[in-house]
């Protein structure tokens, strides 16, 4: 199954919506996605996993840049609705506590509302 990104913006956050496989044929166009968005603003960016059933070794290396690209230009990130076999990869790899998770994207934004910065868990 392919890979599809939609991508919502406005002044304070860009969403990207992932759908599909987050695997290794894929992966790479969200991490250019992600590349681009850190290099043309400051403003939080939430990758929302809501549709995405499967991620490998790839998908993850990809949140680990997402997570590391943002920190390092002091954008806000948070991953929001991994569930499923992605929320079980991610806790097979020990990654919930250090990637930016929420539960949803109305807990995302309520953190963006109150601050949340981009060294942020």
């Known amino acids: 199954m392919a890979m599809e990104l939609r991508i919502e913006e406005n002044p304070a956050l860009r969403v990207v919506r992932v759908f599909g496989e987050v695997d290794l044929y894929h992966s790479h166009r969200l991490k250019e996605t992600i590349s681009e968005l850190a290099a043309v603003g400051r403003s939080g960016i939430l990758l929302d996993l809501d549709a995405v059933g499967y991620i490998d070794s790839s998908g993850v290396g990809v949140l680990i840049?997402?997570?590391s690209l943002c920190?390092?230009?002091?954008?806000?990130?948070r991953?929001?609705?991994a569930k499923g076999p992605v929320l079980r990869v991610l806790?097979?790899?020990k990654?919930?506590?250090y990637l930016p998770l929420a539960e949803s994207e109305d807990a995302a934004l309520h953190e963006l509302e109150h601050g949340w910065n981009a060294g942020e868990r």
């Open 91 to 93: 806790e097979l790899t």
């Open 79 to 81: 991953i929001v609705n």
């Open 95 to 97: 990654l919930t506590s």
């Open 65 to 67: 840049f997402a997570k």
């Open 71 to 77: 920190g390092k230009k002091g954008i806000p990130l």
